[in-house]
Structure formats: structure tokens, C-alpha cells
């Protein structure tokens, strides 16, 4: 058995699943562990921004864009709440995040000595905002740990885990045995019961609807064969998005989800938490619902179904469309009344401009299998029910979170997994400002995204709610911005300003072909909310 510290262990164990990037910031606690990444340098990339923050966000949007589990380090205390925010959306997001998370001298944690970083009880914290969590005491136990913890963030439910471990456990030796073999996730079951009753509930009803969330996300096969069997429009929205193809002839957006919510018959959700379904659409007795979800405890949340199959969304679906036919009734092409709805749609967000001419605009420079990261901004929330997407894994939303600030360092991190796909996050001047200081790290890594300042001198949605309900009485919704061309040029990063959405896509064409970082600047004034097409009301 080789001889290794705790962080080699930790490294080689991380290698051996897989993960062959960190996004990491260094520190006096952290020390043992980068001197493990250094040498590692062959193998490992790290990535380091210039905030805790950013370091979780980049893990996240490199999970959401490939799919796969991501690591990230920080220093204890301050910079693990540093990243908090982050943890919280990917936990929110359901993305297999592993934090690496610095500590105090083993003997002395949870004291209250007064140690450089000490936090009280820093593991009780870390449990409280991720899915599993645990301390590592020695080099013999890390290699079993990290396996541990990504076995927890991958299977079942995907969420972000954490390992601490104090600075000098990170320094100590011993011989360790590392895993040799490939996590083994738990085998899927297929409920044949639930399996018959949902297909008997689908099969029966006249007008069935679907409904997607994140969870359905490498179910897209499935998903547009069942939806043909049913002749069933499939409605989505942030994460759901993209599954289905905006161009396929049975995807709607949410505003017309809406539309046909009051006369479904049947809905079958699959990976979606049905928040807003449950919550505002309403639903009745003449609704019959089928839920998918990996989570046991998801269906049951907030009414028990008439069937819940438990699993990967692929999984069931398979079974379930194995079992479909002998239940299935013939239906009647919904084309015409789905195209009459999509009018309806067109018209009513013609009265949502600037933003819609903005984001065709995008649409028309980003590829389909480019990747756009939407942000808590006036474009952001008219890009979620307004910009068609076309493959999954192509439009990220930050989630329930919804914390501004998000989408520059997520996007930079889908971006550096995926160097080969053009990335283009959106911006408000508010929430930008939050990481701009990570310009310099797209700089230092030479991170090819394409961000889009959207400037309208405020907090806008803040500023409208103060207009709007509290008699025009404004308080900390203004903001001082800088000039953001010459923000980026300092950074030695090529930026570009648009003044309409003819200027917009042609300066995007033009970031693009740079295969460089590069920012455009969007001087705009107030624009018309979306809110009456997002938060739509009861009708069942």
C-alpha cells in the first residue's frame, strides 16, 4: 500500500472517481491539500477564482452542464459561509456538489479557543445545508470518506455533501488503501403495480398533460416517446426546459401549461417538485396525478397521488411505456389547438419589450447546444417562459434559491467543463456586480464565456414592487455602475456595447468568434413585467 498524507489520499481517491478538477481557493488551513494538488498538477486541474462563493458556484455549473459530480475547496468558517449561498442552490438544484472544507487543529475544534477560522460546531452547520456530511480523522479513513461522499451525492436524490478535515490531519501520514474499484449505485427497482396503475390512469384519459422538472433530465428519449403514445403536451419551465425540444409539436411553455391545466384529465409529472402546480394552478378531484420522482418522499409532499413511481425518471418511463399499449386509447392530433395557444402566447409577449427582441437576439447567435445561464434580472425572468431551448443541459436557472448574483460564476464553470460548447450567461448590472471580480479569473484561465451586462441602473424588480405597491416610494433600489467596457478592458477582456437587439446579436456573433472571455454592455431604461405570464392563477 502506498504511503500518502490524508490530502493525497483525498486526491488520488477524487482521481480514481473521476474527478479531475477542483475549483479552489487557497488558505493557511488548506495548505497540506494544494500541496497535494500540486503535485497531482499532471492529473488534477484547479481552478481558483477570487471568492468562496464563486469556487461553489463554478462546481455547480460544471455538475448542471455535464451531469456529473464536481469538487470544490475552501478554508473554514468565513469561507464556508462564504459559499453557502452556492451550496444552497445546488442543494435547491439537486447537483451532485463535494465540498473539500478546511478546519482548526483537530484538537482544538469546537473549543472555542479563538482559532484562526473557528466556527462552533462547523460539521453541524455543513449537515444542516447539504445532503450528508462528515470529518475526516486520518489518512487511512479519507479514501473511504471521499468515496462515501460521492456515492451520497450521486444516488438517489443528487445533492451537495462535505467533508472537513482539520489542518494537521491534512498533513498526516500512513499507508493507505485506495478503492480500486467503481462506485456501485443502488440498482434500479421497478414498481410493477404503480408501473400498471399509472399506465392504466394515462391510458385512459382523453386529454393528458406532462409536466417536467430537472429530474427528467436525461429522460428526454423517454419523455417525447411517451408524450407521442399520449399525444400529450409537455409543459416546462427553468430546469424542465430543453428536454423536449421548444420545437417539438407537443412543447408548450408554462403560460400555455396553464391554459390547458383546467381541462386536463390527467397529469403526469416527472422530476418536478410540482410546486407551482400544487400551489397556484390548482388541482381537484378530476385530476388524476402520476408523479416520477427518484426521491420516496417527493411524491406524498404535498397530496398523495393516484400513483407514484419511485427511481430514475429513464427507468420508469421505460417500464411505463413497455406497459402503456394495452391501455391506451386513440386521441386526436392536438396540433391545431396547441398552435392556436402558441399565437396566443406570441401576442401576449409582444408586449413584453424590450426583453423578447433581446433574447431572440441571443437565440439567433447561440448555437442549440450552446449553454445559456439565466440570472435573477428583468431578462432572466422573461427568458424562462420566452427563449426557446432545444437540448437539455442548455438552460440553467438557479432554482428555488432564486438568489441574485448567481449565474457569472455558475456560467463560468460550465464553461470551463465544457470548453468545446459556446457558454453565454446574462446579467443584471444588480446581480453582476456581485462577482465581478471574477472577470479576473475568466482572464487568469482563459474562460471563453460570453457575458451579457443588462443595465438599467437598479435592482428593477425590487424598484417595480416599490413603484407598484408602496406608492412609488424608493429606497436602495438605485445603483452606481461603473462603465463596463472599460471595467472588462481593465481586465484585458474584449467587451462590446449594444444599444438594441440588432447591435446585441451582432456583437455576440463577434464575442463568440473570439474563443476569448468577453462582456457586452446593454444600456437599457424600465421594462414591462412578466409576472402576470410566471405567477398565474388558480383554475382548478
Given amino acids: 500500500m502506498p504511503r500518502l498524507s490524508t490530502a493525497e489520499a483525498t486526491v488520488e481517491t477524487l482521481l480514481r472517481h473521476g474527478l479531475d478538477t477542483v475549483y479552489a481557493l487557497p488558505g493557511l488551513h488548506q495548505d497540506p491539500l494544494f500541496d497535494a494538488f500540486y503535485h497531482a498538477a499532471d492529473r488534477l486541474r484547479v481552478i481558483h477564482p477570487r471568492h468562496e462563493q464563486t469556487a461553489a458556484y463554478m462546481a455547480l455549473g460544471a455538475a448542471l452542464a455535464t451531469g456529473k459530480p464536481q469538487a470544490f475547496g475552501v478554508v473554514p468558517g468565513p469561507g464556508l459561509l462564504n459559499a453557502g449561498a452556492a451550496i444552497l442552490t445546488a442543494y435547491g438544484m439537486n447537483a451532485p456538489l463535494i465540498g473539500l472544507i478546511g478546519q482548526i487543529p483537530q484538537a482544538d475544534i469546537d473549543k472555542g479557543h479563538g482559532h484562526l477560522h473557528e466556527i462552533h460546531d462547523q460539521l453541524g452547520l455543513m449537515r444542516h445545508i447539504t445532503k450528508w456530511a462528515e470529518r475526516i480523522r486520518s489518512p487511512q479513513e479519507a479514501p473511504t470518506l471521499v468515496s462515501q461522499a460521492i456515492w451520497h451525492a450521486t444516488s438517489g436524490r443528487q445533492r451537495p455533501v462535505a467533508l472537513e478535515c482539520a489542518l494537521d490531519t491534512w498533513a498526516k501520514r500512513s499507508e ?29 384519459a382523453e386529454r393528458p398533460i406532462l409536466v417536467l422538472g430537472g429530474g427528467a433530465t436525461d429522460a428526454s428519449a423517454e419523455v417525447i416517446h411517451i408524450a407521442e403514445m399520449l399525444e400529450a403536451p409537455v409543459s416546462s419551465y427553468r430546469r424542465g426546459r430543453g428536454i423536449i425540444p421548444s420545437s417539438h409539436r407537443l412543447a408548450v411553455d408554462m403560460p400555455v401549461g396553464h391554459r390547458l391545466w383546467k381541462d386536463a384529465d390527467a397529469v403526469l409529472a416527472i422530476g418536478t417538485r410540482f410546486f407551482i402546480q400544487n400551489g397556484n394552478w390548482g388541482i381537484d378531484d378530476k385530476l388524476k ?30 417500464a411505463l411505456i413497455a406497459a402503456l399499449p394495452k391501455h391506451n386509447r386513440k ?64 438552460f440553467l436557472s438557479p432554482g428555488y434559491q432564486d438568489n441574485l448574483g448567481w449565474g457569472f460564476g455558475t456560467a463560468l464553470g460550465a464553461k470551463a467543463a465544457m470548453p468545446d460548447k459556446k457558454v453565454l450567461a446574462i446579467a443584471g448590472d444588480g446581480g453582476f456586480m456581485y462577482q465581478v471580480g471574477e472577470l479576473a479569473t475568466a482572464a487568469r484561465h ?62 455576440l456573433h463577434k464575442a463568440f468568434a473570439l474563443n476569448a472571455p468577453a462582456l457586452v454592455w446593454v444600456p437599457h431604461g424600465d421594462v414591462p413585467s412578466p409576472w402576470d405570464m410566471i405567477m398565474m392563477p388558480r383554475v382548478r
Avoid at 396525478?289 to 420508469?316: I, S, Y
Avoid at 481586465?491 to 446585441?504: P, Y
Fill in 446 to 507: 482563459n474562460i471563453a464565456l460570453v457575458v451579457v451586462v443588462f443595465d438599467n441602473g437598479a435592482f428593477g424588480n425590487v424598484r417595480r414592487i416599490q413603484q407598484e405597491r408602496y406608492g412609488n416610494r424608493l429606497i436602495a433600489s438605485d445603483l452606481h455602475n461603473p462603465d463596463f467596457g472599460k471595467l472588462a478592458d481593465s481586465f484585458g477582456i474584449a467587451s462590446f456595447k449594444a444599444m438594441d437587439a440588432r447591435q446585441l446579436e451582432d456583437a
Fill in 176 to 204: 493507505v488503501a485506495l478503492p480500486d474499484a467503481p462506485l456501485q449505485l443502488p440498482p434500479q427497482v421497478i414498481d410493477d403495480e404503480a408501473i400498471e396503475t399509472a399506465a392504466r390512469i394515462l391510458g385512459n
Fill in 331 to 394: 386521441r386526436p392530433s392536438r396540433a391545431a389547438e396547441l398552435n392556436g395557444h402558441r399565437a396566443w402566447l406570441t401576442e401576449r409577449l409582444s408586449r413584453l419589450e424590450p426583453q423578447v427582441s433581446f433574447l431572440n437576439a441571443i437565440r439567433n447567435a447561440l448555437p442549440a447546444d450552446g449553454i445559456f445561464v439565466d440570472e435573477v434580472s428583468q431578462m432572466g425572468f422573461a427568458s424562462r417562459i420566452a427563449f426557446p431551448v432545444e437540448k437539455p443541459r442548455t
Fill in 289 to 318: 396525478v402520476v408523479r416520477v420522482d427518484v426521491d420516496p418522499d417527493e411524491p406524498d409532499r404535498f397530496r398523495k397521488p393516484d400513483a407514484a413511481l419511485v427511481g430514475d425518471a429513464a427507468h420508469q418511463l421505460r
